[in-house]
Protein backbone atom coordinates (compact mmCIF):
# COMPACT_ATOMS: atom_id res chain seq x y z
CA UNK A 1 0.00 0.00 0.00
CA UNK A 2 2.71 2.62 1.04
CA UNK A 3 4.62 1.65 -2.40
CA UNK A 4 1.30 2.76 -4.17
CA UNK A 5 0.83 5.83 -2.40
CA UNK A 6 4.37 6.39 -3.64
CA UNK A 7 4.07 6.43 -6.89
CA UNK A 8 0.34 8.25 -6.76
CA UNK A 9 2.68 11.00 -5.03
CA UNK A 10 4.96 10.98 -8.09
CA UNK A 11 2.50 11.39 -10.46
CA UNK A 12 0.73 14.17 -8.61
CA UNK A 13 4.08 15.66 -8.67
CA UNK A 14 3.97 15.36 -12.77
CA UNK A 15 1.12 16.82 -12.79
CA UNK A 16 1.67 19.74 -10.51
CA UNK A 17 5.45 20.23 -12.93
CA UNK A 18 3.72 20.16 -15.90
CA UNK A 19 1.12 22.33 -15.10
CA UNK A 20 1.78 25.56 -16.40
CA UNK A 21 -0.02 27.88 -13.23
CA UNK A 22 3.38 26.68 -11.72
CA UNK A 23 5.18 28.59 -14.42
CA UNK A 24 5.41 31.61 -12.93
CA UNK A 25 5.43 30.36 -9.05
CA UNK A 26 9.23 30.93 -9.01
CA UNK A 27 9.87 34.17 -10.99
CA UNK A 28 9.27 37.20 -10.61
CA UNK A 29 7.19 39.63 -13.05
CA UNK A 30 9.23 41.50 -15.36
CA UNK A 31 7.54 44.79 -16.32
CA UNK A 32 8.71 44.80 -19.63
CA UNK A 33 6.38 41.67 -20.35
CA UNK A 34 3.53 41.89 -21.98
CA UNK A 35 -0.12 40.77 -22.02
CA UNK A 36 -1.61 41.61 -18.53
CA UNK A 37 1.22 42.98 -17.62
CA UNK A 38 0.64 46.33 -20.26
CA UNK A 39 -1.84 47.48 -17.95
CA UNK A 40 0.23 47.12 -14.95
CA UNK A 41 2.64 48.68 -16.78
CA UNK A 42 0.90 51.71 -18.10
CA UNK A 43 -0.43 52.02 -14.30
CA UNK A 44 3.42 52.52 -13.52
CA UNK A 45 4.16 54.84 -15.95
CA UNK A 46 1.74 57.61 -16.17
CA UNK A 47 3.16 60.27 -13.94
CA UNK A 48 0.05 61.52 -12.39
CA UNK A 49 -0.62 58.35 -11.07
CA UNK A 50 2.72 57.36 -8.85
CA UNK A 51 4.85 59.15 -6.84
CA UNK A 52 7.14 56.22 -6.69
CA UNK A 53 6.61 52.29 -7.31
CA UNK A 54 8.96 49.79 -6.37
CA UNK A 55 9.91 47.38 -9.10
CA UNK A 56 10.89 44.68 -6.61
CA UNK A 57 7.74 42.92 -5.58
CA UNK A 58 6.68 42.52 -2.05
CA UNK A 59 5.52 39.40 -2.33
CA UNK A 60 5.12 36.77 -5.50
CA UNK A 61 3.11 33.57 -6.23
CA UNK A 62 1.48 31.60 -8.91
CA UNK A 63 -1.17 34.09 -10.24
CA UNK A 64 0.12 37.25 -9.58
CA UNK A 65 2.61 39.50 -7.08
CA UNK A 66 2.14 42.55 -5.28
CA UNK A 67 4.28 46.01 -5.31
CA UNK A 68 4.19 48.62 -3.09
CA UNK A 69 3.54 52.40 -4.57
CA UNK A 70 3.07 55.38 -3.28
CA UNK A 71 0.63 58.00 -4.54
CA UNK A 72 0.83 61.57 -5.64
CA UNK A 73 -1.74 62.10 -2.63
CA UNK A 74 1.12 60.62 -0.29
CA UNK A 75 -1.33 58.00 0.10
CA UNK A 76 0.95 54.21 0.65
CA UNK A 77 -0.62 51.35 -1.63
CA UNK A 78 -0.30 47.71 -2.81
CA UNK A 79 -0.24 47.06 -6.58
CA UNK A 80 -1.72 43.54 -7.23
CA UNK A 81 -0.65 42.76 -10.93
CA UNK A 82 -1.43 40.10 -12.55
CA UNK A 83 0.92 37.87 -14.05
CA UNK A 84 1.59 37.94 -17.93
CA UNK A 85 -0.38 34.62 -20.55
CA UNK A 86 -2.07 33.46 -17.05
CA UNK A 87 -5.56 34.08 -18.80
CA UNK A 88 -4.39 32.33 -21.95
CA UNK A 89 -3.11 29.22 -20.30
CA UNK A 90 -5.14 28.79 -17.20
CA UNK A 91 -7.71 26.33 -19.78
CA UNK A 92 -4.65 24.65 -20.24
CA UNK A 93 -3.79 23.87 -17.28
CA UNK A 94 -6.95 22.93 -16.49
CA UNK A 95 -7.09 20.65 -19.33
CA UNK A 96 -4.05 18.85 -18.57
CA UNK A 97 -4.65 18.24 -15.56
CA UNK A 98 -7.63 16.72 -16.20
CA UNK A 99 -6.37 14.20 -18.86
CA UNK A 100 -3.51 13.35 -15.59
CA UNK A 101 -6.06 12.37 -13.39
CA UNK A 102 -7.80 10.30 -15.45
CA UNK A 103 -4.64 8.96 -15.89
CA UNK A 104 -4.00 8.13 -12.77
CA UNK A 105 -8.00 7.23 -12.39
CA UNK A 106 -6.70 4.16 -14.83
CA UNK A 107 -3.47 2.54 -13.18
CA UNK A 108 -5.21 3.49 -9.44
CA UNK A 109 -9.24 2.69 -9.95
CA UNK A 110 -9.10 3.66 -5.85
CA UNK A 111 -8.38 6.95 -5.88
CA UNK A 112 -10.94 9.23 -7.21
CA UNK A 113 -9.66 12.83 -8.20
CA UNK A 114 -11.60 14.45 -10.44
CA UNK A 115 -13.01 16.48 -7.88
CA UNK A 116 -10.06 18.51 -7.97
CA UNK A 117 -10.39 19.25 -11.40
CA UNK A 118 -14.70 20.23 -10.79
CA UNK A 119 -12.98 22.73 -8.35
CA UNK A 120 -10.34 24.06 -10.45
CA UNK A 121 -12.43 24.64 -13.38
CA UNK A 122 -15.06 26.33 -10.55
CA UNK A 123 -12.68 28.39 -8.66
CA UNK A 124 -9.62 29.38 -11.08
CA UNK A 125 -11.71 31.80 -13.04
CA UNK A 126 -12.85 34.07 -9.62
CA UNK A 127 -9.50 33.90 -8.94
CA UNK A 128 -7.88 35.63 -11.72
CA UNK A 129 -10.90 38.62 -11.15
CA UNK A 130 -8.96 40.73 -9.65
CA UNK A 131 -12.36 43.24 -9.36
CA UNK A 132 -14.79 40.12 -7.85
CA UNK A 133 -11.23 39.21 -4.97
CA UNK A 134 -11.95 43.46 -4.56
CA UNK A 135 -15.87 42.89 -3.83
CA UNK A 136 -15.32 40.03 -1.35
CA UNK A 137 -12.73 42.43 0.69
CA UNK A 138 -15.37 44.87 1.02
CA UNK A 139 -18.17 42.29 1.71
CA UNK A 140 -16.42 40.70 4.68
CA UNK A 141 -14.93 43.52 6.16
CA UNK A 142 -18.70 44.86 6.68
CA UNK A 143 -20.29 41.70 7.47
CA UNK A 144 -16.96 41.42 10.29
CA UNK A 145 -16.96 44.86 11.36
CA UNK A 146 -18.08 44.40 14.66
CA UNK A 147 -14.62 42.78 15.45
CA UNK A 148 -12.72 46.40 16.16
CA UNK A 149 -9.47 43.43 16.13
CA UNK A 150 -9.71 42.81 12.15
CA UNK A 151 -8.24 44.89 9.82
CA UNK A 152 -9.39 44.71 5.43
CA UNK A 153 -7.08 47.09 3.34
CA UNK A 154 -9.55 49.60 1.76
CA UNK A 155 -9.90 48.81 -2.23
CA UNK A 156 -9.15 51.93 -4.32
CA UNK A 157 -11.93 50.94 -7.00
CA UNK A 158 -10.93 54.32 -9.67
CA UNK A 159 -7.43 52.59 -9.68
CA UNK A 160 -8.55 48.86 -10.41
CA UNK A 161 -9.07 46.33 -12.95
CA UNK A 162 -9.41 43.08 -13.39
CA UNK A 163 -5.91 42.13 -13.90
CA UNK A 164 -4.53 44.91 -11.80
CA UNK A 165 -6.03 45.87 -7.80
CA UNK A 166 -5.16 48.79 -6.02
CA UNK A 167 -5.65 48.83 -2.10
CA UNK A 168 -4.55 50.03 1.30
CA UNK A 169 -1.06 49.35 2.04
CA UNK A 170 -0.93 47.33 5.54
CA UNK A 171 2.37 46.10 7.25
CA UNK A 172 2.74 43.36 9.31
CA UNK A 173 4.32 39.89 10.61
CA UNK A 174 2.98 36.61 9.11
CA UNK A 175 0.51 35.03 11.96
CA UNK A 176 2.89 32.39 12.30
CA UNK A 177 5.77 34.41 13.13
CA UNK A 178 6.50 33.93 17.32
CA UNK A 179 9.55 36.23 17.28
CA UNK A 180 7.82 38.90 15.87
CA UNK A 181 4.79 38.97 18.55
CA UNK A 182 7.32 38.42 20.92
CA UNK A 183 9.06 41.45 20.12
CA UNK A 184 6.64 43.51 19.49
CA UNK A 185 4.59 42.19 22.44
CA UNK A 186 1.75 40.60 21.10
CA UNK A 187 -0.11 37.97 22.93
CA UNK A 188 -0.25 34.85 20.70
CA UNK A 189 -3.08 33.31 22.82
CA UNK A 190 -4.90 36.31 22.07
CA UNK A 191 -4.06 36.69 18.31
CA UNK A 192 -5.60 32.89 18.38
CA UNK A 193 -8.70 33.63 20.08
CA UNK A 194 -9.13 36.09 17.66
CA UNK A 195 -8.96 34.07 14.50
CA UNK A 196 -10.71 31.76 15.98
CA UNK A 197 -13.71 34.15 16.49
CA UNK A 198 -13.23 35.26 12.83
CA UNK A 199 -13.35 32.07 11.09
CA UNK A 200 -16.00 30.91 13.24
CA UNK A 201 -18.39 33.98 12.49
CA UNK A 202 -17.98 33.35 8.93
CA UNK A 203 -18.76 29.60 8.66
CA UNK A 204 -21.78 29.31 11.34
CA UNK A 205 -23.54 32.35 11.10
CA UNK A 206 -22.78 33.71 7.65
CA UNK A 207 -21.86 31.09 5.19
CA UNK A 208 -19.44 32.84 3.78
CA UNK A 209 -15.48 31.98 3.91
CA UNK A 210 -12.58 33.06 3.30
CA UNK A 211 -10.72 30.06 2.35
CA UNK A 212 -6.77 30.73 1.64
CA UNK A 213 -5.93 31.77 5.31
CA UNK A 214 -1.97 30.69 5.42
CA UNK A 215 0.25 32.99 7.15
CA UNK A 216 1.39 34.96 4.24
CA UNK A 217 -2.15 36.25 4.13
CA UNK A 218 -3.20 36.49 7.51
CA UNK A 219 -0.87 39.63 9.36
CA UNK A 220 -0.66 40.44 12.59
CA UNK A 221 0.63 44.65 14.44
CA UNK A 222 -0.34 46.81 16.57
CA UNK A 223 -2.47 49.61 15.26
CA UNK A 224 -0.02 52.52 14.81
CA UNK A 225 -2.63 55.02 15.58
CA UNK A 226 -4.03 53.15 19.10
CA UNK A 227 -1.46 50.52 19.83
CA UNK A 228 -4.55 47.82 19.78
CA UNK A 229 -3.34 44.51 18.31
CA UNK A 230 -4.73 43.97 14.96
CA UNK A 231 -5.35 40.89 12.38
CA UNK A 232 -5.06 41.79 8.67
CA UNK A 233 -6.60 39.12 6.49
CA UNK A 234 -5.06 39.84 2.64
CA UNK A 235 -6.04 37.91 -0.52
CA UNK A 236 -9.86 37.75 -1.08
CA UNK A 237 -9.86 35.72 -3.83
CA UNK A 238 -11.14 32.51 -2.37
CA UNK A 239 -14.09 32.31 -0.82
CA UNK A 240 -16.90 29.58 -0.14
CA UNK A 241 -20.36 30.59 -0.21
CA UNK A 242 -22.52 27.94 2.19
CA UNK A 243 -25.66 27.14 1.38
CA UNK A 244 -28.08 27.58 4.33
CA UNK A 245 -28.86 23.32 4.70
CA UNK A 246 -25.12 23.30 4.97
CA UNK A 247 -24.33 25.72 6.97
CA UNK A 248 -26.70 24.44 9.88
CA UNK A 249 -25.86 20.64 9.37
CA UNK A 250 -22.32 22.12 9.82
CA UNK A 251 -23.72 23.96 13.18
CA UNK A 252 -25.19 20.92 14.80
CA UNK A 253 -22.11 18.26 13.84
CA UNK A 254 -19.75 20.73 15.48
CA UNK A 255 -22.01 20.98 18.42
CA UNK A 256 -22.48 17.12 18.90
CA UNK A 257 -18.58 16.98 18.15
CA UNK A 258 -17.99 19.48 21.13
CA UNK A 259 -20.62 17.87 23.62
CA UNK A 260 -19.83 14.22 22.45
CA UNK A 261 -22.98 13.66 21.22
CA UNK A 262 -21.82 10.72 19.04
CA UNK A 263 -25.64 9.42 17.75
CA UNK A 264 -26.19 13.27 16.28
CA UNK A 265 -22.01 13.31 15.37
CA UNK A 266 -23.10 10.37 13.59
CA UNK A 267 -26.52 12.09 11.36
CA UNK A 268 -25.10 15.22 11.23
CA UNK A 269 -22.06 13.19 9.49
CA UNK A 270 -24.26 11.37 7.20
CA UNK A 271 -26.37 14.56 6.36
CA UNK A 272 -22.79 16.11 5.10
CA UNK A 273 -22.27 13.17 2.91
CA UNK A 274 -20.17 11.04 4.77
CA UNK A 275 -22.18 7.50 4.55
CA UNK A 276 -20.87 4.48 6.42
CA UNK A 277 -17.64 6.70 7.00
CA UNK A 278 -18.19 9.09 9.63
CA UNK A 279 -15.82 8.29 11.53
CA UNK A 280 -13.49 8.98 9.38
CA UNK A 281 -14.62 11.89 8.27
CA UNK A 282 -14.75 13.41 11.99
CA UNK A 283 -11.28 12.52 12.11
CA UNK A 284 -10.47 14.43 9.04
CA UNK A 285 -12.42 17.28 10.16
CA UNK A 286 -10.97 17.54 14.02
CA UNK A 287 -7.53 16.48 13.20
CA UNK A 288 -8.17 14.20 16.24
CA UNK A 289 -7.97 10.12 16.36
CA UNK A 290 -11.34 8.19 16.77
CA UNK A 291 -10.70 7.58 19.76
CA UNK A 292 -10.13 10.96 21.18
CA UNK A 293 -13.47 11.89 19.04
CA UNK A 294 -15.14 9.76 21.31
CA UNK A 295 -13.72 10.71 24.62
CA UNK A 296 -14.25 14.68 23.71
CA UNK A 297 -12.06 16.95 21.68
CA UNK A 298 -13.13 19.77 24.21
CA UNK A 299 -11.73 17.27 27.24
CA UNK A 300 -9.08 15.51 25.68
CA UNK A 301 -5.65 18.33 24.86
CA UNK A 302 -3.74 17.30 21.74
CA UNK A 303 -0.48 14.99 22.20
CA UNK A 304 2.23 14.16 20.34
CA UNK A 305 1.58 11.18 20.11
CA UNK A 306 -1.80 11.48 18.48
CA UNK A 307 -0.55 13.64 15.73
CA UNK A 308 2.20 11.42 15.14
CA UNK A 309 -0.34 8.13 15.10
CA UNK A 310 -2.46 10.31 12.88
CA UNK A 311 0.44 11.09 10.31
CA UNK A 312 1.73 7.89 9.97
CA UNK A 313 -1.94 6.37 9.56
CA UNK A 314 -2.78 8.18 6.77
CA UNK A 315 -1.17 6.52 4.18
CA UNK A 316 -2.85 3.37 5.05
CA UNK A 317 -6.70 5.47 4.59
CA UNK A 318 -5.95 7.53 0.69
CA UNK A 319 -8.08 5.24 -1.02
CA UNK A 320 -10.98 5.64 1.49
CA UNK A 321 -10.14 9.82 2.08
CA UNK A 322 -10.02 9.88 -1.71
CA UNK A 323 -13.64 8.16 -1.84
CA UNK A 324 -14.79 10.41 0.67
CA UNK A 325 -13.60 13.78 -0.59
CA UNK A 326 -15.75 12.59 -3.92
CA UNK A 327 -18.47 11.80 -1.72
CA UNK A 328 -18.79 15.05 0.65
CA UNK A 329 -20.29 18.17 -1.25
CA UNK A 330 -18.28 20.17 -2.71
CA UNK A 331 -19.10 22.85 -0.43
CA UNK A 332 -16.50 21.13 2.03
CA UNK A 333 -13.73 20.84 0.61
CA UNK A 334 -12.71 24.04 0.54
CA UNK A 335 -13.74 23.96 4.29
CA UNK A 336 -11.20 21.10 4.79
CA UNK A 337 -8.35 22.80 3.24
CA UNK A 338 -9.45 25.87 5.79
CA UNK A 339 -9.24 23.80 8.91
CA UNK A 340 -6.17 22.29 7.56
CA UNK A 341 -4.59 25.62 7.29
CA UNK A 342 -5.76 27.28 10.66
CA UNK A 343 -4.77 24.42 12.39
CA UNK A 344 -1.09 24.72 11.43
CA UNK A 345 -1.40 28.76 12.28
CA UNK A 346 -1.91 26.89 15.87
CA UNK A 347 0.36 24.70 15.78
CA UNK A 348 2.99 27.06 15.34
CA UNK A 349 1.85 29.43 17.89
CA UNK A 350 1.62 26.53 20.48
CA UNK A 351 -2.53 27.36 20.92
CA UNK A 352 -3.96 24.09 19.19
CA UNK A 353 -6.86 22.63 20.26
CA UNK A 354 -7.50 24.79 23.26
CA UNK A 355 -10.90 24.65 25.15
CA UNK A 356 -11.49 28.24 24.48
CA UNK A 357 -11.80 27.83 21.05
CA UNK A 358 -13.71 25.04 20.90
CA UNK A 359 -16.21 27.14 23.28
CA UNK A 360 -15.83 29.95 20.62
CA UNK A 361 -17.55 27.47 18.32
CA UNK A 362 -19.97 26.47 20.37
CA UNK A 363 -20.60 30.07 21.10
CA UNK A 364 -20.88 30.70 17.44
CA UNK A 365 -23.20 27.56 16.54
CA UNK A 366 -25.71 28.72 19.38
CA UNK A 367 -26.43 31.99 17.46
CA UNK A 368 -26.80 30.72 14.35
CA UNK A 369 -29.28 27.95 15.14
CA UNK A 370 -31.37 30.42 17.65
CA UNK A 371 -31.14 32.76 14.31
CA UNK A 372 -32.33 30.18 11.32
CA UNK A 373 -35.16 29.34 14.29
CA UNK A 374 -36.83 32.88 14.90
CA UNK A 375 -36.40 33.80 11.34
CA UNK A 376 -38.84 30.67 10.72
CA UNK A 377 -41.18 31.71 13.18
CA UNK A 378 -44.16 34.67 13.22
CA UNK A 379 -44.83 33.28 16.86
CA UNK A 380 -43.97 35.89 19.39
CA UNK A 381 -44.39 33.32 22.04
CA UNK A 382 -41.84 30.82 20.32
CA UNK A 383 -39.80 33.60 19.42
CA UNK A 384 -39.42 34.52 23.32
CA UNK A 385 -39.08 31.32 23.87
CA UNK A 386 -36.08 30.71 21.27
CA UNK A 387 -34.19 33.66 22.84
CA UNK A 388 -34.52 32.26 26.21
CA UNK A 389 -32.85 28.99 25.32
CA UNK A 390 -30.28 30.72 23.23
CA UNK A 391 -29.07 32.87 26.26
CA UNK A 392 -29.18 29.84 28.91
CA UNK A 393 -27.14 28.05 26.51
CA UNK A 394 -24.57 30.67 26.13
CA UNK A 395 -24.88 30.83 29.64
CA UNK A 396 -23.70 27.34 30.34
CA UNK A 397 -20.89 27.89 27.81
CA UNK A 398 -19.44 30.95 29.85
CA UNK A 399 -20.10 29.08 33.24
CA UNK A 400 -18.10 25.93 31.64
CA UNK A 401 -15.23 28.51 30.68
CA UNK A 402 -15.39 30.28 33.85
CA UNK A 403 -14.78 26.33 35.32
CA UNK A 404 -11.85 25.99 33.40
CA UNK A 405 -10.21 29.18 34.32
CA UNK A 406 -10.68 28.91 37.61
CA UNK A 407 -9.22 25.24 37.17
CA UNK A 408 -6.19 26.51 35.44
CA UNK A 409 -5.36 29.37 37.79
CA UNK A 410 -5.53 26.99 40.44
CA UNK A 411 -3.71 24.75 38.76
CA UNK A 412 -0.72 27.37 38.12
CA UNK A 413 -0.92 28.33 41.69
CA UNK A 414 -0.10 24.25 42.55
CA UNK A 415 2.68 24.56 40.22
CA UNK A 416 4.15 27.37 41.32
CA UNK A 417 3.94 26.50 44.98
CA UNK A 418 5.43 22.97 43.86
CA UNK A 419 8.39 24.78 42.12
CA UNK A 420 8.79 27.40 45.19
CA UNK A 421 9.26 24.35 47.53
CA UNK A 422 11.21 21.66 45.35
CA UNK A 423 13.89 24.89 44.55
CA UNK A 424 15.12 26.80 47.82
CA UNK A 425 15.43 31.02 47.34
CA UNK A 426 18.67 31.64 46.27
CA UNK A 427 21.06 33.57 49.14
Known amino acids: MARRALKLASWTSMALAASGVYLYSNKYLDLNDFGAVRVGRAVATIHDLFMSFDDTPLGAASLAQVHKAVLHDGRTVAVKVQHPKVQAQSSKDILL ?3 LVLAVKQLFPEFEFMWLVDEAKKNLPLELDFLNEGRNAEKVAQMLKHFDFLKVPQIYWELSTKRVLLMEFVDGGQVNDRDYMERNKIDVNEISRHLGKMYSE ?6 FVHCDPHPGNVLVRKCPGTGKVEIVLLDHGLYQVLTEEFRL ?3 HLWQSLIWTDMKSVKKYSQRLGAGDLYPLFTCMLTAR ?3 SVNRGIG ?12 RNNAANYLPQISHLLNLVPRQMLLIFKTNDLLRGIEAALGTRASATSFLNMSRCCVKALAAHKKKNTHSFFRRTQISFSE ?10 ELVLRVKGLRLASWVSALLCWLLPAPH
Open 97 to 99: MEV
Open 289 to 291: SWD
Open 202 to 207: MIFVNG
Open 299 to 310: QTPVTATEDSEI
Open 391 to 400: AFNLWQINLH
Open 249 to 251: DYC
